[in-house]
């Protein structure tokens, strides 16, 4: 949570995205834009789980898995 930084009432998003990697999960669908489909977050996710070799799921919502957002 701290490389993150994503705040202490957070903590079930961190294990969202901890269980998303661990388990090498190709996608990680959620509405949650705040603290998981969150650009920021996303680059430090895929920046620690470089250094640690290890995979970034695809993070996003249901209307871009679904190829319904509006280009």
Same mark, same amino acid.
């Given at each position: 949570?701290? !490389?993150?930084? @994503?705040?202490?009432?957070?903590? =079930? ?9 661990? $388990?090498?999960?190709? $996608? ?8 998981i +489909?969150? +650009? !920021?977050?996303? =680059?430090?996710?895929m +920046? ?15 209307? !871009? @898995?679904?190829?319904?957002? !509006?280009i």
């Amino acid at each position: 949570m701290k !490389e993150l930084a @994503l705040p202490g009432k957070a903590l =079930r998003d961190a294990a969202h995205l901890a269980f998303a990697c661990g $388990y090498e999960l190709d $996608y990680l669908v959620t509405w949650n834009c705040a603290h998981i +489909a969150n +650009a !920021e977050i996303r =680059r430090r996710l895929m +920046a620690i789980n470089a250094a640690l070799g290890l995979q970034t799921p695809i993070i996003c919502n249901p209307e !871009e @898995l679904m190829g319904l957002e !509006e280009i």
